[in-house]
């Protein structure tokens, strides 16, 4: 799968804020940390509170299925298509068994709802994960032209 990280010659790409996520406190942290970074974006107030939701989801997915948590790093960019806010999800917990399952609506492997990635897909243009038994990477764009 295509990286939706952009090459360093074809984007500005603002600083980074990286958020270590092991518990549940630090979830909520990552919310509250989002919600602020957000509102000092291009998007609009309803694109913001999506993209929170969507923090949300990959901060408890982090909580729920790795034992050393990971980060959610959050980023502005600007590249040929315009201005995104840039959201990405890193652990080094087992992976996940059935990658292509846990991408559909209702399915969860904990016996939750299983809203979580079909959620996160639903909220975002540009959706990339790729996961192995070394960890799970998970890259999410919304452009701010079409929030």
């Known amino acids: 799968m295509p990286s939706l990280q952009p090459e360093s010659s074809d984007a500005e790409i603002g600083v980074p804020v990286v958020i270590k996520v092991h518990a549940k406190p630090d979830a909520q942290q990552a919310r509250r940390i989002a919600r602020e970074f957000l509102r000092s974006t291009r998007l609009k107030v309803r694109a913001q509170d999506e993209l929170v939701l969507v923090v949300a989801e990959l901060a408890m ?3 729920r299925h790795t034992t ?3 980060t ?3 980023q502005s960019v600007a590249i040929e298509e315009g201005f995104a806010v840039q959201i990405e999800s890193h652990d080094a917990g087992p992976g996940i068994d059935n ?3 846990s991408l559909r609506d209702g ?4 016996g939750g709802l299983g809203g979580g990635f079909a959620t996160v897909k639903n909220l975002v243009d540009d959706f990339s994960i790729s996961s192995t038994p070394g960890g799970t990477h998970i890259s999410v764009r919304r452009w701010t032209d079409r929030s």
């Open 61 to 63: 997915n982090l909580v």
């Open 68 to 70: 050393d948590g990971g």
């Open 72 to 74: 959610i790093t959050l």
């Open 99 to 101: 990658l292509e399952s």
């Open 107 to 110: 399915t969860s492997s904990i």
